[in-house]
């Protein structure tokens, strides 16, 4: 990979481990990550007509993409309610890389090299082995987390796929924000009725502020894809949970214990492996 592609990526890593410590923070987390999409959107609907239109046999991959969006939102919300930060973060970046790389490889017959799929191991087994031991999360926190990785996964290869067929990493981006902006508040009107957004709150601020560094982190890495192999980027990306995992002990009060930092060493190292595999 590239030095530009390897900044993208550690770039997004820590803008998502960011957004993801606001939404565990929230007291209502389906309300907060609704409102999170709210500034994606607007920032993202002014470049949807700068941009060039996608290719029109992209726009299947943007609405499936969005959709699996919107179930992730779900999962990952539901996942949060029983786990810490520390602990469900891993869990749900860490069943994605793998995952990711066999269905590019299957759909897409990208192959990895011998150094990649080595980055790519560690990478998968040293975020994994932070959500082991006594101290791990609830079954009910694993199963969800684990589900949300699956989703994860999913929408990786979408995205993986879709930008190229796209032909505009910027325009596929704009939409899919737009997308999954429009059908997440539907959903929670669905399942909750009613959204009621108050901009004099501080905390639908701080929403905002989440969204915006969501936005960035998925832009980042979607540009990303449109420049190298989707396998090795999304484990690169991977990477965010050692800055979600110091995130959470400086900001969010959990704990920091000597297997977590070992396993960030080991995904620390699985980067490093795909950082001189280009």
Partial sequence: MSPIVIVLALSAAVLHATWNAF?????????????????????????????????????????????????????????????????????????????????????????PSIAQAIGVTLVAVGIMSLALGKSRASWASILFAF???????????????????????????AWVFIGYGTMLPLAFVLVRRNLTVNFGEPDTWKALGGGIAALFAYALVVIAFSLGPAGPITALRETSVVFAILIGWLFLGETLTARRIVAGAIVALGAICLGLAR
């Fill in 23 to 111: 939404l565990r923070s929230g007291a209502d987390r389906l309300w907060t990550v609704t409102v999170m999409s709210f500034s994606g959107t607007i920032i993202a609907i002014p470049f949807a007509f700068i941009f060039p239109l996608p290719a029109s046999s992209a726009w299947i991959y943007i609405a499936l993409s969005s959709a699996l969006q919107v179930g992730y939102t779900f999962f990952l919300v539901a996942a949060y309610r029983y786990g810490q930060l520390g602990q469900v973060y891993p869990i749900v970046r860490g069943t994605a890389p793998l995952l990711v790389t066999l269905g590019t490889f299957l759909l897409a017959g990208e192959r």
């Fill in 147 to 173: 589900a949300t990785g699956v989703i994860v996964a999913s929408y990786g290869t979408v995205d993986s796929i879709g930008v190229h067929v796209a032909q505009h990493a910027g325009a596929y981006a």
